[in-house]
């Protein structure tokens, strides 16, 4: 059984945008719990204690104990809506999750072993294709991360979901068609070509001025 | 510098630009970002600019997205030449650019070096721009 972190929520009492305003004029985050066949709550959260579980990483992978006045929450945060210009979190949905729950979720991907591989010493660069990977799972088994070690891997080289080495058994990739890729070590453009476009037309001229300019 | 290969008009209006950016405001590909803060008409001048600083800066070690194309064709009327006889003829490229649009994204670098970069590509854009980094990656 996976440990449940604590978040302090209020009951919003009116619901709407001028409430929701209001509450975020206030420094805090509306929010709505729901799931597990009962009503949807409508709650607020401090800002601060958001935005410190987002700089944490993985926040959709952790369970959160709500506590509210009229009780606590076992839930998950399945969503999480940013402001588009200050990236400032302006609503969050909880889920309410039990042993039996299961559910599609999110899990971010971490590379081990990039200073010893031998396709990033020589020069490549990490294309992470995907951060995540969708992941078919009970709610109380959910991995923090997936690990992929990088040792083995070279330059040209694609780095697929069979090689992740921490799935926990019985639980599957939401892809399972096939063994799709994460990511794929490429060559740096300055590695495949010594000339290249632009260096032709500006370069010369325009690095040596740039760089008397800075020093 | 970044051109429609082909339009289906050859002359478009001016436009205004309204609201914040409906998509294109969270990072897609890279680990950094720069994010618009203002709306702006940006050139394709700029954004060849702005692309040059970065991979300029970062010695051409990661990987540079551009997220914004120049479609909108920017008509000049010529000097001296007095106001009437029709629309002036197309004399660049532009992207209309509305607030929190991600502009370009940058992968295969440290946080510090990308930092620095983008302030250089920031320096060469009309607008007020902020370095974004993925939550949890160093935020």
């Known amino acids: 059984m996976a440990e449940f972190e604590t978040i302090s929520a209020e009951i919003r009492e009116r619901a709407g945008k001028g409430a929701a305003r209001a509450a975020r004029r206030a420094g805090r985050v509306p929010a709505v719990i729901y799931g597990d066949n009962k009503d949807p709550v409508i709650v607020t959260v401090d800002r601060r204690d958001v935005i410190k579980q987002l700089q944490r990483g993985g926040i ?6 709500v506590k509210t006045d009229q009780g606590t929450h076992r839930t998950l945060i ?9 990236d400032q979190p302006i609503h969050m949905d909880f889920l309410r999750v039990t042993r039996r729950t299961v ?27 995907r951060n995540t990977v969708e992941l078919t799972c009970p709610a109380v088994d959910i991995p923090d991360h997936l690990e992929i070690d990088l040792t083995p891997f ?27 890729t994460i990511a794929t070590i490429i060559a740096p453009r300055g590695l495949l070509s010594a000339a290249s476009e632009e260096e032709g037309e500006t370069e010369g001229g325009e690095a040596a001025a740039d ?3 800075e020093s | 510098m970044l051109s ?53 800066h970062i010695r051409r070690a990661g990987r540079v997205w551009i997220r914004i194309f120049p479609d909108v064709p920017v008509s000049q009327k010529p ?4 106001q009437g006889k029709g629309k002036g003829s197309p004399e660049y490229w532009a992207c209309r650019v509305k607030p929190g649009r991600i ?25 007020k721009c902020k370095f974004v980094v993925r939550w949890g990656e160093g935020s």
């Open chain 1, 60 to 65: 959709q992978t952790r369970l959160f104990d």
């Open chain 1, 78 to 86: 399945r969503d999480v809506h940013f402001d588009p210009v200050t």
């Open chain 1, 211 to 213: 760089e008397g300019g």
């Open chain 2, 4 to 56: 429609p290969k082909r339009t289906k008009f050859r002359k478009a209006h001016k436009g205004r630009i309204h609201g914040v950016a409906k998509g294109g405001y969270t990072l897609n590909f890279g680990s950094y970002g720069l994010k618009a803060q203002e709306p702006a008409r940006i050139t394709a001048r700029q954004i060849e600019a702005a692309r040059r600083a970065v991979t300029r």
């Open chain 1, 103 to 129: 559910l599609n979720v999110e899990v971010p991907v971490t590379f081990l072993n990039e200073d010893k591989c031998e396709g990033l010493t020589q020069g490549g660069m990490l294309q992470i294709v």
């Open chain 2, 79 to 82: 000097a001296e030449v007095r």
């Open chain 1, 154 to 180: 070279n330059l040209g080289d694609s780095i697929h979901f069979s090689a992740v080495s921490n799935v926990p058994e019985g639980i599957t990739a939401v892809i399972d068609d096939r063994d799709f």
């Open chain 2, 103 to 127: 502009m370009f994204e940058l992968d295969g670098v440290d946080q510090d070096l990308a930092e620095r970069a983008f302030e250089l590509a920031a320096a060469k854009l009309p607008v």
